[in-house]
């Protein structure tokens, strides 16, 4: 540990393990069983409690809140997890829990990712890579969230709910239902309104992948087709779109129905 970056005022458990070169501000707390990788930087007035690992270059902002006991009352002090990838960052008052047993007993977040300001992620959530929480977005336990999906600032969503990769839920939607991939939803209770087209694009989606997932979308939510078969039919697009089965995939595997 570089002792060079980590400011005197800083309260650093003897037992946690910090790599040479990251930045620890003024009054942050680190409790024992934490292990931080190099090129992190973490802000003053941070609180980081384990057992907590956190990867190579992330941010962590000032008054964030991490690895915490998870809010529910069925936990009774059992030693879960906090997992959090590369290159993320996460802004002033998150408050990101450890999970519980009756999941996975961790919480996950991937790499690249970005939770603004009073975003919340609650126990045993999965988060991906490249997803944006927007301000105060929060997430209910349990909750899965595929890579480049977007909640808008103050969104809700329901525990146990999955989000498809590049989704969009735009501010303030209120998510009962699981989102599938690519799709734009919004409102309270949350509605579908197309796909992510813009999305897609600046990903390097090309105009024929995105006609065919719009065909997709139309197939489940404009043809009057009953559930399953509108995913047979999205299956059948699949062989001419691979990306399309992403859809198909997703609705076959929700278990709290999707967003209608």
Do not use: W
């Not at 060079?4 to 003897?14: E, G, L, M, T, V």
């Not at 897609?200 to 090309?206: D, E, Q, S």
């Amino acid at each position: 540990m570089n002792h060079s970056q980590i400011d005197p005022r800083a309260a650093i458990d003897p037992a946690a393990e910090l790599d040479e070169g990251v930045s620890v501000g003024p009054f942050t707390v680190i409790g024992a069983d934490v292990q931080i990788r190099r090129g992190t930087t973490i802000g003053p007035h941070a609180v980081i409690n384990g057992p907590t690992t956190i990867g190579i270059d992330n941010k962590i902002f000032q008054f964030a809140s991490i690895g915490e006991d998870p809010q529910d009352m069925k936990y009774a002090g059992e030693e879960t997890r906090l997992e959090i990838g590369d290159r993320n960052q996460i802004r002033e008052f998150t408050t990101i829990h450890r999970g519980t047993v009756q999941d996975a007993a961790v919480t996950r977040i991937g790499d690249d990712n970005l939770l603004m300001a009073y975003t919340h992620v609650a126990h045993d959530c999965q988060l991906g890579d490249h997803v944006i929480l927007a301000n105060a977005a929060s997430l209910g336990g349990h909750v899965i969230i595929g890579d480049y999906a977007i909640l808008g600032g103050f969104c809700i969503a329901h525990q146990f709910c999955h989000i498809g990769a590049h989704s969009f839920s735009s501010m303030g939607s209120v998510i009962k239902s699981d989102v599938p991939p690519y799709v734009t939803v919004g409102g309270h209770p949350a509605k579908p309104h197309g796909i992510n087209s813009e999305g897609l694009r600046r990903r390097g989606f090309n105009e024929e992948a995105i006609r065919l997932i719009k065909r997709a979308y139309k197939l489940l939510y404009k043809s009057q087709l009953k559930l399953d078969e509108a995913v047979l039919e999205i299956k059948a697009l699949a062989k001419e779109c691979p990306e399309a089965g992403l859809i198909s995939d997703f609705v076959g595997e929700s278990t709290r129905g999707i967003i209608r």
